[in-house]
């Protein structure tokens, strides 16, 4: 007989498997569009946006996987996990899970923080840079 816990559960594992999977099919993707394109561009700030927008896939690509491992591990340990709770958080497996789970995040974060300045200094420097169009008045002074 299936526990409460158990079936309020299960719409979370499979929410992290699909999430998961998709995060990682999209971003591989993505990630290997962009690595194929980036040759091809001639504007150095198109290729600066692409990279870091490679970098963003990355991180999310790597979210991605932990959701997987963290659903696999969860359907492993399953209601046992208050009896295995010491051994799964002193395992190799979860530092390991820790490890790619803050390393993703922050690639991710990083990147967008990135790119925002990069856009943010495109848009002020077209600004400042742009010349001022041609009057009348100019024509005459």
Known sequence: MLS???????????GSWIIGGCSLTLNSITMVESMISIPNV????IVTDKVI????????WLTGLYLIFI?????YFGDDYCEAQFTWLYSSYCMAL??????????SMFSMTLLSIS????????????????TRKSIIK
Request: hydrophobic share 40%; no cysteine; aromatic share 4%.
């Open 119 to 134: 856009r943010a200094n495109n848009l002020l420097r077209d600004r400042l840079y742009t010349p001022s169009p041609i």
């Open 98 to 107: 820790g490890v790619i789970s803050t390393t993703g995040n922050l690639a």
């Open 71 to 75: 659903a696999s591990a969860d359907a």
């Open 53 to 60: 927008i490679l970098l963003i896939n990355f991180g999310d």
């Open 4 to 14: 409460k816990a158990t079936v309020q559960k299960k719409p979370l594992m499979v």
């Open 42 to 45: 001639k504007h150095t700030q």
